[in-house]
Nanobody, 121 residues
Framework: QPQLVESGGGLVQPGGSLKLSCTAS????????VGWFRQLPGKEREGVSC????????QYEDLALGRFTISKDDAKNTVYLQMDDLKPEDTGVYYC??????????????WGQGTQVTVSA
């Protein structure tokens, strides 16, 4: 059964960093793109960043530019989201899904359960 599992969320102070992981099982990220999404309290889910299977292309939404970095390790079948300079408004649940980057509407397979990120002093 193909699935993605997110991890790495937690509580961090404003200005701090977190590195989220999205690990695949049952399929290979060498042939699937992956996108990170987030759902802030009371808001709809939004795209954050995505990466193509061979990491030849990465894409960032404006909210992530200059602060977040997406990367992948095919040996570990894992995609990462390094988040720096976190702000309270980044608080929410972060999800990953597989599909065709950079078309967020086509990144809709094997959704993970999400990982909570809380930015608070």
């Amino acid at each position: 059964q193909p699935q993605l599992v997110e991890s790495g969320g937690g509580l961090v102070q404003p200005g701090g960093s977190l590195k989220l992981s999205c690990t695949a099982s049952g399929f290979s990220l060498e042939t699937w793109g992956v996108g990170w999404f987030r759902q802030l309290p009371g808001k709809e889910r939004e795209g954050v960043s995505c990466i193509t299977p061979r990491a030849s292309t990465t894409q960032y939404e404006d909210l992530a530019l200059g602060r977040f970095t997406i990367s992948k390790d095919d040996a570990k079948n894992t995609v990462y989201l390094q988040m720096d300079d976190l702000k309270p408004e980044d608080t929410g649940v972060y999800y990953c899904a597989a599909g065709r980057c950079p078309y967020y509407r086509e990144i809709n397979k094997f959704w993970g359960q999400g990982t909570q990120v809380t930015v608070s002093a």
